[in-house]
């Protein structure tokens, strides 16, 4: 699968301008939502191929986000890659329960524009 859609689901503007710019610049079609409800709203009503998700969120929670979409019983959002963003340390047992339900897990503070495109490079590639 190759990735070619992102939603952004990230709150503050400076974060969310330079993905967005710099994921453009790289030819990912682009979506971005600045609130929780709003991200739930768009990953479920349309398909993306990933989606970069911030933990700390006005209206909704990351975490909430991510169990409405994988936690229940049926995976709503099954050829979707998720990527967790957070500055927000959690705590082992949260971060494993998000672990599981997401692709990866990111501290924002330690990643640049280009090594995110660097990750995102690197799901892409076939197990």
């Known amino acids: 699968m190759a990735i070619k859609t992102i939603l952004i689901i990230e709150d ?3 974060i969310g301008e330079m993905y ?3 994921l453009k610049k ?3 079609e682009i979506d971005w939502m600045v609130d929780g ?10 398909p993306y191929d990933l989606i970069l998700l ?6 909704r929670r ?7 979409l994988r ?3 049926e995976d709503l959002i099954p050829n979707t890659k998720v990527l967790i963003l957070t500055n927000f340390e959690q705590d082992d047992e949260s971060r494993m329960a998000m672990e599981k339900n997401a692709d990866g897990y990111l501290i924002k503070a330690e990643i640049t524009p280009s090594k995110l495109i660097s990750v995102i490079t690197q ?5």
């Open 12 to 14: 503050d503007r400076f």
């Open 20 to 22: 967005v710019r710099s």
């Open 26 to 28: 790289a030819g990912y």
């Open 123 to 127: 799901l892409d590639k076939p197990a």
């Open 62 to 68: 990351g975490t909430e986000i991510l169990e409405a």
């Open 37 to 46: 409800n709003d991200g739930l709203i768009a990953a479920r009503n349309k």
């Open 54 to 59: 911030d933990v700390m969120l006005p209206e």
């Open 71 to 73: 936690g229940g019983t």
